[in-house]
């Protein structure tokens, strides 16, 4: 698995965490990369994407609240997340999308209390 995922964990309602996805310079540089979701019993869903330059485009369930960024030296894609809600809760997987195909990570859960 050529993408590594981390930064999952628990929290409460209101509280922040933040993912990080880490991938070869070879796919991250060509890479649009981005997030996913998939909560039980329910597809796995965009929330966020982000390009190159300073394209980045978020599922509206999550915009104002989630930031997503990339470091083009470490190859890595973060997710902050901040005012987290119970609906939040998923696993969370990070993406790799270019010419030169796709890659998944391998899900990092979050859970959300109320």
């Known amino acids: 698995v050529p993408l590594q995922a981390f930064g999952g964990g628990s929290v409460q309602a209101g509280g922040s965490l933040r993912l990080s996805c880490s991938a070869p310079?070879?796919?991250?540089?060509?890479?649009?990369m981005g997030w996913y979701r998939q909560a039980p019993g329910k597809q796995r869903e965009l929330v966020a994407r982000?390009?190159?330059?300073?394209?980045?485009a978020y599922a509206d369930s999550v915009k104002g609240r989630f930031t997503i960024s990339r470091d083009n030296t470490k190859n890595t894609v973060y997710l902050q997340m901040n005012s987290l809600k119970p609906e939040d809760t998923a696993v969370y997987y990070c993406?790799?999308?270019?010419?030169?195909?796709?890659?998944w990570g391998q899900g990092t859960e979050v859970t959300v209390s109320s």
């Open positions: 310079g070879s796919i991250f540089s060509i890479s649009m």
């Open positions: 982000t390009g190159s330059g300073d394209f980045s």
């Open positions: 993406n790799a999308r270019s010419y030169r195909g796709e890659y």
